[in-house]
């Protein structure tokens, strides 16, 4: 005998048999969760872009501790990088890598400009060194260290939300370990304009600063390397470069700096 009340609806017998698949909740949440990340990561990276300048350069610089030598070799960099700024510009510290070979320059944060042998031996002129040094102040100039510290910082917070303490760990231990590799094309378009200015302003002209740019065009430049890099392609660089009006005589490297 059914004693339920008339006025009780009868229940369907599929109300628990639903026809869609039992996964589907859960990809809707992932992606959901993928989303919220995706975008939360977007204001974070965006946010270190307007907040890097605003952050003191005095602070930034109690951050690194890289002392500099009295090697010759480093002290002709420091100073063709004075010859190269304006009186106004931030102070920076340059340091030479003797030991390495490959042809390199990085900024990092601080201040603290490192530029290896092989470079060294890969320009002809002053002016190709000077476009080199230029562009690595460009970098410290545009807050471009603090932006990429920034960021990964955010990276770090994202990585934390999402339970992975350890990668988050990682990144922000490491995060002041920044090098050329981690600028971003726009960021080295602004370094490249930068300094193409300055070589303008101190020589005149910007001819000799394709120098580093050819010489690695011509330890081939692979067509996977051009589409894995960060930085805009060398051949690019260099279309862009030998465009400046570049008439005017090439200043010779000092006795120091010649390595080949």
Known sequence: MDRRPAENPILPDSINNAHEHPLKDFFILVLGVAAIMALLTWLLAASATWLAPRIPYSWESGWVDAQQSDDAIEVELQQLMSKLLPESALPVQ??????????????????????????????????????????????????HPMTLLLEQLSFGVIFGLLGANDVGSWVGQHSSMLTLLSFNRDMERAADGYALQRLQAVYGHSRG????????LEEDESHWQQFMQTHPLTSERLAHIESQPGNG????????????
Request: hydrophobic letters at 45%; proline letters at 3%; a negative charge.
């Open 94 to 143: 340059v340091h030479y890598l003797a030991d390495e070979a490959a042809p390199n320059a990085f900024a990092t944060l601080g201040g603290h400009i490192f530029v290896t042998q092989g470079l060294l031996e890969a320009v002809q002129s002053e002016n190709g060194l000077a476009m080199v040094l230029a562009h690595e102040y460009a970098h410290v100039q545009l807050r």
């Open 209 to 216: 600063a394709e120098e580093f740019f050819r010489h690695v």
């Open 249 to 260: 005589e090439l200043t010779p490297l000092s006795k120091t700096l010649q390595l080949n």
